[in-house]
């Protein structure tokens, strides 16, 4: 994964940004860990919008073929975006980020 | 303990609060459940925070929800978000996970209210990481704030398309292109029933003028034939589409697009789950998007007690949706003897003359949505349909040429529908597929409903306790 640091939080963040709105308040940002990187989020974000919003297409493998898969529906519905969340199986569009969290993509789950 | 309530509404979205607060009105004591955190289901689904409206905040959508968010706040219904419905039993009882855990709700009455699930056609390429789908960008646009991607493609049928394409410039995006998959005959012919609805016309004809001025190819008539990677790009094979239907074939010039991201969606289908579980009548239905519960004029179901609205009962729109919501309610405060006789058939009278103007411009744009069988076509033997268990075309191809007598059979056979999603995302292929070998829709059936009616983690259901919490009987005397 490739990282550029943000110095201005102290912490990293992948290189790509999707986000409309681009200010954030710095008492606002929450930081989780995903994999290892520290990735900044914004409060109310699902782990698959923050994820999304910093180019982490990959979620976690498909437990046939083990093929990537990322986000698809976003509501609940078709599951493929699986991850490990604290060390317990949850999707990442339905959990909602807090500081500290930490998450594991790629899984072949 | 189980809580006790007259009604349970099942899905907070335009049909689930026009239910709870036409009931509720009538004094009738209602609760709303709902997977999200805010009430309006997709359509008028609020920002994830306040800072976060933006421009949306004149949004025709956004005012919309807004305006219902706060008629529920004032309103005596309860709503219980964040709860996840994974059973139902007739009579009612309700099971559903919520903040706190496990609950347990018995109701005497249930109206479904479950909206819809998005319909994909497979293609080769359409499990990588990238491709989504529209009602998945729909949200990213609206209710996160986040771009699907910078330079996104957009494909697939319906309304939905011009809607995204626009979140997307407004956005500071740049569409590679849209990629409809109606021609412009097909939307011609479709603009009579759109008149009965002057303003969602303007709001189509707005977001095909800013579309054509920021100078985004539309390529009308075609489909998207393959995906695939380059590098970190994706590249996605136009193919155009033949007057009957049918793609054009090799040999024809094919472009090829390169983008960072594909949303695409063939339409919406009817969320049966709950309706068909409680074992109602049903129907099929391709112009409303498949099998739909049989309803009287009243959103009554074949089973006592039992009442569907909206989306859930055939594709017609949140606008169509919510009136069909204030008629399955006001029915039910007239079951329960809220409301008089000559009450209610005066309101349900003006309610089904108003839902009468809305469904008809909303199932206009719901057949213009429904793609046509001929996209099969395009499906490799390899490709998969079946994402959760990763079976291709070509096995329920060999399952179906070797015997399967319908959906159910294929599904033993090749475990596709077998995965967590409990073929929510393939089954409409499934039996659009078998259903050509079967000979319709009808001999094909669809998956027996299951439950969960989502996969959920045991330790939700039972909660956390450590060994010694569990209770040990005494032992019998010997």
């Known amino acids: ?90 999707l990442a569009c339905e959990t909602i980020v807090r500081a500290g969290m930490s998450i594991r993509t790629g899984g072949q789950l | 303990m189980n809580r006790q309530v007259e009604l349970a509404v099942l899905g907070g979205g335009p049909a689930g609060i026009g239910a709870a607060l036409a009931a509720s009105q009538c004094n009738v004591n209602v609760i709303i459940l709902d997977r999200g955190i805010a009430a309006g289901g997709q359509v008028y689904r609020p920002p994830t925070k306040p800072q976060n409206t933006g421009q949306l905040a004149s949004a025709p959508d956004h005012v919309i929800g807004e305006r219902l968010r706060k008629e529920l706040a004032l309103s005596s219904v309860t709503c219980l978000f964040d709860r996840k419905v994974w059973s139902v039993q007739r009579g009612f009882r309700i099971d559903a996970i919520g903040p706190t855990g496990q609950e347990t709700w018995e109701a005497e009455r249930l109206l479904v209210a479950s909206g819809t699930t998005e319909r994909v056609i497979p ?195 949140a606008a169509a949706a919510h009136l069909e919501g204030q008629l399955g309610g006001l029915t039910v405060a007239r079951e329960m003897g809220r409301v008089t006789h000559n009450s209610y058939r005066r309101r349900a009278q003006a309610l089904r003359r108003h839902l009468l103007r809305a469904s008809r411009a909303g199932s206009k744009m719901a057949d213009l949505m429904m793609a046509s069988g001929s996209l099969l076509d395009n499906i490799a033997g390899d490709t998969v349909v079946c994402r959760c268990e990763d079976v291709t075309y070509g096995e329920i191809q060999t399952a179906l040429a070797a015997g399967a007598t319908g959906l159910n059979q294929v599904k033993s056979w090749t475990r596709c529908g077998m995965g967590p999603c409990q073929g929510r995302v393939c089954g409409d292929t499934v039996a659009t597929i078998a259903s050509r070998h079967l000979g319709g829709r009808h001999v094909v059936g669809s998956w027996s409903p299951q439950v969960p009616l989502h996969p959920l983690p045991m330790e939700d259901v039972v909660g956390s306790f450590a060994y010694q919490d569990i209770a040990i009987p005494e032992p019998a005397p010997l």
Not at chain 2, 152 to 168: D, R
Not at chain 2, 201 to 208: D, N, S, T, V
Not at chain 2, 236 to 262: F, P, Y
Not at chain 2, 281 to 287: E, N
Request: some cysteine.
């Open chain 1, 1 to 90: 994964m490739r990282q550029t640091s943000l110095a201005a939080w102290g912490c990293y963040s992948l290189s790509m940004n999707l986000r409309m709105d681009q200010s954030l308040i710095k008492e606002d940002a929450v930081a989780i860990d995903v994999d290892g990187n520290t990735i900044i989020a914004r409060p109310g974000d699902s782990v698959a919008v923050a994820l999304h919003a910093v180019g982490v297409s990959t979620l976690r493998h498909s437990p046939r073929s083990g093929a990537p898969r990322g986000i698809f529906c976003l509501m609940g519905s078709c599951q493929e975006c699986l991850v490990m969340i604290d060390n317990k199986r949850r």
């Open chain 2, 123 to 317: 293609f080769p390429g359409w499990t990588l990481p990238g491709v989504m789908g529209l009602a998945a960008t729909t949200l990213l646009l609206k209710s996160q704030r986040v771009l699907p991607g910078k330079r996104p493609i957009i494909a697939g049928s319906g309304p939905l398309l011009w809607a995204v394409a626009n979140g997307i410039i407004d956005g500071g995006g740049t569409p590679v292109a849209v990629i409809d998959l109606a021609d412009t005959r097909c939307w011609v012919s479709s603009l009579p029933a759109l008149f009965s609805r002057p303003t969602d016309l303007l709001k189509g004809l707005g977001w095909a003028y800013k579309v054509r001025r920021k100078r985004v190819p539309v390529i009308s008539g075609a489909s998207v034939g393959k995906v695939s990677y380059e590098g970190t790009s994706l590249v996605v094979e136009v193919v155009k589409r033949n007057r009957d239907g049918t793609l054009r074939h090799a040999g024809q010039k094919i472009q090829h697009l390169s983008a960072d991201a594909l949303c695409i969606g063939h339409g919406l289908l009817p969320a049966v789950e709950v309706t068909q579980l409680l074992g109602a009548d049903h129907v099929f239905d391709g112009k409303a998007g498949g099998w739909k519960p049989v309803i009287d004029d009243g959103q009554r179901t074949s089973i006592p007690g039992l009442f569907a609205a909206g989306d859930c009962t055939g594709i017609t729109g």
